[in-house]
């Protein structure tokens, strides 16, 4: 056992690089150091089918006493108009409904591959897919700021606060990094992040379970801890899940909210 052991971890090579944090290509032709199309891709495009022919379907032939399938889409729909954009934004974020809805669908079932079997790995785990999306609300509330406000109102609106004329060389440069760098920054940074971990975490029980298991017979019993911590952990982890997509949703609304104020 202990010779088989050290013959594995021979040709396991140490300490790993960065090129272990990029998985191979899941096609049969691909090349060894092909990586644009791989599992994550696959679940990126597999997600993004899924929403768009769930909601197709649903709302083909839409009743007045809805299907379940219709219900969820629309209890989906009514949750993020009702309890975000509105709550928001009021009035006018039922116009930005749709995109809110999209954003808080998508980012969800993006998270959910974390925990289904076979997967086991969440597209946003990847630092790439959170970065986009966050490029987008970022774009998308200075967009709205300057057709709302005007181009130099609106940048006037966001930098320069209602406050004394001699502190503004101070608070000018705040207010730039805190709403146009620390925005985009942080949206994409806690989505990652939060996925990051938990796909860690279980991976450290799942596989930290076995290698006691095959480790001795002094270690097999706690080898049935690690796994029932695995088990507590992916509970959780579909808590951050479901919290992660809703917290994305409600700050980007935020953010609209503040390029759409009359107020500093």
Known sequence: MIGQSIVLAADV????????????????????NSYWFTKITALLWIS?????IYFLVSYRKPQLVPTKKQWIAESLYGFVRNNIAVDMLGKRGINFAPYLTTLFVFILLMNFWAIVPIAQISPNSHIAFPAILAVISYVMFIY????????????????????????????????????????????AVRLFANMFAGHMLLLVFTLGGFAMLNANAWFAPFSLVSWVMTIALTFLEFLVI????????????SYLQGALADEH
């Open 242 to 253: 479901c919290l992660q997509a809703y917290v994305f949703t409600v700050l980007t609304a």
């Open 13 to 32: 090579p140490f300490p790993p690089s960065v090129e272990d944090f990029y998985l191979p290509s899941i096609l049969p032709w691909g090349e060894h």
């Open 48 to 52: 993004v089918a899924a929403i768009i």
């Open 144 to 187: 709205i700021g300057m057709k709302h406000h005007g181009g130099l109102k609106y940048f006037k609106h966001a930098l320069i606060p209602p406050a004394p004329w001699f502190i503004l060389p101070l608070l000018i440069p705040i207010e730039f990094f805190s709403t146009f760098l620390v925005r985009p920054f942080s949206l």
